[in-house]
C-alpha cells in the first residue's frame, strides 16, 4: 500500500498577452508571492533555479514569476506554435518536481537596490505627498489591471510633474503598453493628482 500523499495534478493553460513576443503560462499552485522579473540570465542565475532552467532554452529571452503564472518572452525568431508545447511541459514537470522557483530573499534584495535607486531622489515635503497618492494609485488601480495581462508596473521617481514608471513581464516591449500607460494610467493619474504632467516608462 503506498502512503505517500498525492497531490493534485498541476493544471497548466496558456494565456494570451497584449505582447505578441509573451505568454503567459498559468497554473493551479503559487509560485511565487509577489513579483519577479529576471531579463537577464545572470539575474536568473544568481535568485530563480525556475529562470536559470528556462534561460538555458534557446529560445527564452525573459522570465516573469508573479503569484501563479509564469510569463515568458520569447525571441522574435522563433513562433510559438513551435516552442509553446514544449515551454508548457517542461514549466509543468519542473513544478510536478517541487523544485525551487525563487530563492528566498530575492524581495528584500530587490527592495535593497530600489530603495539605492530611490534614495538619489530626495522629496520635498508636498513631494511626499503627492508621491504616496502616486504610489497608492498605481497600487491600487494599474497593478491588478496589468498583472491580468502578465505584466507588471513599478513607480520609479516623481519629477517636476513627470512620473516615471518602470514596466516589466509581459509590459516590458510591447507595443500596446506605450498606449495602455499614455491614454490610461496618464489620464488617470492627471485626473486625480494635477501635480502629474505626464507619465513616462522605463523597461524594467
Do not use: H
Request: proline share 4%.
Amino acid at each position: 500500500m503506498d502512503n505517500t500523499v498525492t497531490k493534485s495534478p498541476v493544471m497548466l493553460y496558456t494565456e494570451q498577452t497584449p505582447n505578441p513576443e509573451s505568454l503567459k503560462f498559468v497554473t493551479n499552485r503559487m509560485l511565487y508571492k509577489g513579483t519577479a522579473d529576471f531579463r537577464e540570465e545572470e539575474l536568473a542565475q544568481e535568485w530563480s533555479p525556475l529562470g536559470t532552467a528556462l534561460f538555458e532554452l534557446p529560445y527564452v529571452k525573459g522570465v516573469y514569476v508573479c503569484n501563479n503564472f509564469v510569463t515568458v518572452t520569447k525571441e522574435f525568431n522563433y513562433a510559438w506554435e513551435d516552442i509553446m508545447l514544449k515551454l508548457k511541459e517542461f514549466i509543468k514537470t519542473y513544478i510536478e518536481e517541487d523544485k525551487e522557483i525563487v530563492k528566498d530573499g530575492f524581495e528584500a534584495a530587490m527592495a535593497e537596490l530600489e530603495a539605492e535607486r530611490g534614495a538619489s531622489y530626495e522629496y520635498s515635503e508636498d513631494e511626499v505627498e503627492i508621491v504616496q497618492k502616486i504610489k497608492d494609485l498605481i497600487d491600487t488601480y494599474v497593478k491588478p489591471a496589468v498583472e491580468m495581462d502578465g505584466g507588471n508596473i513599478e513607480f520609479k521617481s516623481f519629477n517636476q510633474g513627470s512620473v516615471v514608471v518602470i514596466l516589466q513581464g509581459s509590459c516590458s516591449g510591447c507595443p500596446s503598453s506605450t498606449v495602455t500607460l499614455k491614454a490610461g494610467i496618464e489620464g488617470m493619474l492627471k485626473r486625480m493628482v494635477p501635480e502629474v504632467k505626464e507619465v513616462v516608462a522605463e523597461m524594467g
